[in-house]
């Protein structure tokens, strides 16, 4: 009978160590969540923050792509106006 008793003593024990183990772990991973709950609010804010984010840079790069792009095409109009007033002088 004693070394039943022994042996269901060391039982618990062993159970009351993976308890143990299991509770640890649930703590980091309950850790490690809030942890990536934080990076994901920073990854947020980067993304859709209205003044500096990633949508307000990229609206600004369509900006000054669209006034480049008219820049552009305005010069080779008039180049190109420049050139053929050139040869109507030079050759009437």
């Known amino acids: ?3 039943g008793t022994d042996s269901g003593q060391e039982h618990w024990l062993q159970l009351d160590v993976k308890m143990d183990k299991i509770c640890n772990s649930v703590d980091h991973v309950k850790d490690k969540q809030e942890e990536m709950a934080e990076d994901i609010a ?3 804010e980067a993304v ?3 003044d ?3 949508y307000a840079r990229l609206r600004s790069l369509e900006n000054w792509k669209d006034t480049s792009t008219k820049l552009i ?5 008039s180049i190109v106006g420049i050139i053929g007033a050139i040869i109507i ?3 009437p």
């Open 1 to 3: 009978m004693a070394g």
């Open 42 to 44: 920073k990854i947020k």
């Open 48 to 50: 859709y923050n209205p």
């Open 52 to 54: 500096e984010g990633l």
């Open 73 to 77: 095409w305005t010069l080779f109009t």
């Open 89 to 91: 002088k030079i050759f």
